[in-house]
């Protein structure tokens, strides 16, 4: 059996017979010289949906449950990584995270109340 080794910038050719090895060909790596990538033009700028910004980015339930408890109120500033929410799911307790910092303009749900998967639960403005 023949085999290419590439060891230390060298590729050596070797041939394995009944557990003998012979090298048979050594020489310097060629690395290949790729294509220069096609210009691409940028992506136009995309104007936030101010309906969507005014009163924050919407934080969703991953999954359905049960709310057991809400940790913030409106008006709150909240940091990225900060639980907000606990949602009681399949018997496991799970805590809902900030996306990231900002203001908790609403509230859209309370304690006892059932979520399904994509039910907004809250908004913060980041």
């Not at 969703?60 to 929410?85: H, Y």
């Not at 996306?99 to 908004?123: F, M, R």
Request: aromatic fraction near 4%; hydrophobic fraction near 40%; glycine fraction near 8%.
């Amino acid at each position: 059996m023949k085999y290419k080794i590439s060891l230390n910038g060298k590729v050596y050719e070797i041939e394995v017979e009944r557990g003998e090895v012979v090298v048979t060909d050594e020489y310097e790596e060629v690395s290949p010289v790729a294509a220069p990538a096609p210009a691409v033009a940028p992506a136009p700028a995309v104007a936030p949906d101010p309906a969507k910004t005014a009163d924050g980015k919407p934080v969703t339930a991953p999954f359905p449950g049960t709310i057991l408890d809400v940790l913030v109120k409106e008006g709150e500033w909240v940091s990225g990584g900060q639980p907000l929410l606990i949602i009681e799911a399949m018997k496991m307790e799970n805590e809902i995270v900030s996306p990231g910092s900002g203001t908790v303009t609403q509230i859209k749900t309370a304690a006892g109340a059932s979520v399904s998967t994509g039910d907004e639960l809250l908004k913060i403005r980041l």
